[in-house]
């Protein structure tokens, strides 16, 4: 069974980055599909980016698109979003889940998605 706990979060600068880390124990990371989901004060959970198994292919929300990139290493069980120019709307609990579905990746939504992270506060303030 996939575990997956989340890290990189903290207090960040309008303009500034960060990079989130999803590290994963169990066997069998490479099987899942990994998304990235946001909870905002008062607002529902919301997808922001998806990538598949292998990494060949990757989703992004709307306001994640341009800004936010994606990306794993399966020889480290280890998932990232790479979020740059962060905007104060970005401040949220970041949550990082797996799938075992593959067409997960296509809808990157949160009933397709399993496994939780804890979660991981990013805020973006001045």
């Known amino acids: 069974q996939l575990q997956v706990v989340e890290s990189g979060g903290g207090l960040v600068q309008p303009g500034g980055s960060l990079r989130l880390s999803c590290k994963a124990s169990?066997?069998?990371?490479?099987?899942?599909?990994i998304g990235w989901f946001r909870q905002a004060p008062g607002k529902e959970r919301e997808g922001v980016s998806c990538i598949s198994q292998s990494g060949g292919s990757t989703n992004y929300a709307d306001s994640a698109k341009g800004r936010f990139t994606i990306s794993r290493d399966n020889a480290k069980n280890t998932a990232y979003l790479q979020m740059n120019g962060l905007k104060p709307e970005d401040t949220a609990v970041y949550y990082c889940a797996g799938s075992s579905l593959t067409s997960a990746v296509a809808v990157c939504g949160e009933p397709d998605f399993g496994f939780w992270g804890q979660g991981t506060q990013v805020t973006v303030s001045s």
């Open positions: 169990g066997s069998g990371f490479d099987f899942y599909t």
